[in-house]
């Protein structure tokens, strides 16, 4: 079968190469006047998607000669890189939003851009056309290659711009890339997502699923080994539908085995694979791969058939579980995670019972759990039977309450055993004590010295409690 082009053309992103050098020109002639350079500030909501995005924009403000710095006072551009997820998550956008025109009053230079999967949203465009004036630029999340060129007609013509999104999302490979960790990254390998559950916003924010050639994706990967990294993340909102797009004969399961033959010490994660067409394939590569990491992190949404079907996901609890005992047939020490929505509009207090139930039959080593927040153009937020506010967050107390128990108990049977951890350095919280994580994600706690930072270390567990494991180093 013929291979189908689903990528930005060559021509298209020398162009944004070409803008990014009449840029960095400017902002050169800015520094010899002003004695500083300008600087960019980008601040980066959402999922892992938005903060391989937010690399690539950093990677743009870097060639366009931004210092990159993580405060926005003294910047001269601040770039807020949006999610539409939860209302949450939007009305933080907008407050950060509402506090960075007192940096503008004061810097006149300061450009504010916005994009990202909340201003793809026809009513968030229109609410900040009108009541924030102070924002510069707003692009959607397949505009992101062209920032370049919409920043330069910004410095040149002064007026605001709101670009509109193509309808046809595609793919865009060779923009340059600033990784935030030096041995940790994330690598897309698709983008979009096809399966509108029924709650879900990213399907209308994101578009139609495209996926990245089999070779861009091992190239990337075999680079990042080369230069050191790790730990990689395959990003993706549905990993198991990777290539059926291109209409070539190969899948995610194929994508990962061609991984692994690169030689080196590194750990591959990937998410999020949808139970839907979570295949045997699949676990049989992991199971026998030398670099997948033992770590399945399986979204179940909810524990009720009823509840699952009008989410429109596609599968039941059955099937659910199948793939969790056939992952724990092949691989026996496998870390297993997931998502939970409390609240789905209908949900009765006995389905949500069912969600318990599976949580406990199931034994997740942790989950993610969410409050439904109902989100404009989707199905479920039309539904009539939306749940209170009171009970969405007594539902959510129960739900924690039942897995804290299990993740707890997950985290005890691992005392007395030595694993390994890759460090990630000095512990945010507390900067005497080292963290890191092991192959499934857990987080563990150590005394370390400044060299074991991107290191892999054997650690032995001494004690463990429900979010975290604490241990020794072993030579
Ligand atoms: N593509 C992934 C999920 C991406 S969004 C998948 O299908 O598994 C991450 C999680 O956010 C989802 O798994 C879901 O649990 C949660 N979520 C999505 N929309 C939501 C909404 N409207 N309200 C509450 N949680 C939501
Ligand atoms: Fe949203 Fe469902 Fe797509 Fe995941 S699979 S991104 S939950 S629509
Ligand atoms: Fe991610 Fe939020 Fe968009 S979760 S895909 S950044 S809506």
Redesign the pocket.
């Known amino acids: 079968m013929a291979e189908k082009n689903n990528t930005i053309s060559v021509e298209e992103i020398e162009k944004q190469n070409k803008y990014m050098e009449l840029i960095r020109k400017e902002n050169d002639l800015f520094e010899a006047e002003n004695g500083v350079r300008r600087r960019a500030f980008i601040l980066t909501?959402?999922?892992?998607?938005?903060e391989a995005d937010s690399e690539k924009l950093s990677g743009m403000a870097s060639k366009m000669g931004y210092d990159i710095v993580y405060e926005p006072d003294e910047a001269s551009l601040i770039i807020v890189?949006?999610?539409?997820?939860r209302e949450h998550?939007e009305q933080r956008a907008l407050s950060l939003v509402g506090q960075y025109k007192h940096i503008k009053a004061r810097n006149p230079d300061l450009k504010i851009v916005m994009c990202?999967?909340?201003v793809v949203q026809e009513h968030r465009i229109q609410d900040i056309k009108m009541k924030y004036p102070y924002v510069d630029i707003l692009f959607g999340?397949s505009s992101l290659h062209r920032f370049p060129s919409l920043l330069y007609e910004k410095m040149e013509k002064g007026k605001r711009i709101f670009y509109r999104d193509e309808k046809e999302y595609a793919v865009a490979e060779g923009l340059p890339i600033r990784r935030e960790n030096r041995f940790k990254a994330w690598v897309s390998v698709m983008y979009g997502c096809n399966n509108f559950c029924s709650y879900c916003?990213?399907p209308y924010?994101?578009g139609r699923e495209r996926s990245r050639k089999m070779e861009e994706v091992v190239k990337e990967i075999r680079e990042l080994v080369n230069s050191g990294y790790k730990d990689i993340t395959l990003l993706g909102?549905n990993v198991n539908s990777y290539g059926k797009d291109l209409g070539l004969s190969y899948d995610f399961a194929d994508l990962l085995f061609e991984i692994d033959k690169i030689d080196g010490d590194y750990l591959i994660h990937f998410m999020t694979s949808h139970p839907k067409d979570a295949s045997k394939k699949l676990i049989d590569v992991m199971s026998v791969s030398k670099h997948i990491a033992r770590h399945f992190h399986l979204p179940m949404q909810a524990g009720s058939d009823r509840v699952l079907k009008v989410m429109n996901r596609r599968y039941d609890f059955e099937k659910y579980m199948g793939i969790v005992e056939y992952i724990r047939e092949k691989m026996p020490e496998c870390v297993i995670t997931s998502d939970i929505i409390v609240g789905f509009p209908s949900e009765s207090d006995d389905e949500f019972e069912m969600t318990l139930d599976a949580l406990k039959k199931v034994r997740f080593d942790m989950i993610y759990s969410f409050i439904y927040s109902p989100r404009k153009g989707t199905p479920a937020a039309e539904m009539e039977e939306q749940i209170s506010t009171d009970e969405k967050k007594r539902r959510m107390d129960k739900l924690l309450k039942v897995q804290n128990e299990i993740s707890l108990e997950h985290n005890k049977e691992m005392v007395g055993k030595t694993v390994r951890v890759l460090c990630d350095g000095l512990s945010k919280n507390n900067d005497s004590v080292y963290s890191g994580r092991t192959e499934g994600g857990k987080i563990v706690f150590f005394d370390g010295e400044l060299c074991d930072t991107g290191r892999f270390l054997n650690i032995k567990i001494e004690r463990a409690d429900t979010f975290a494991l604490y241990g020794n180093k072993i030579d």
């Open positions: 909501l959402g999922c892992q998607q938005n890189n949006t999610c539409a997820i998550a990202g999967c909340m999340t916003i990213v924010v994101r909102q």
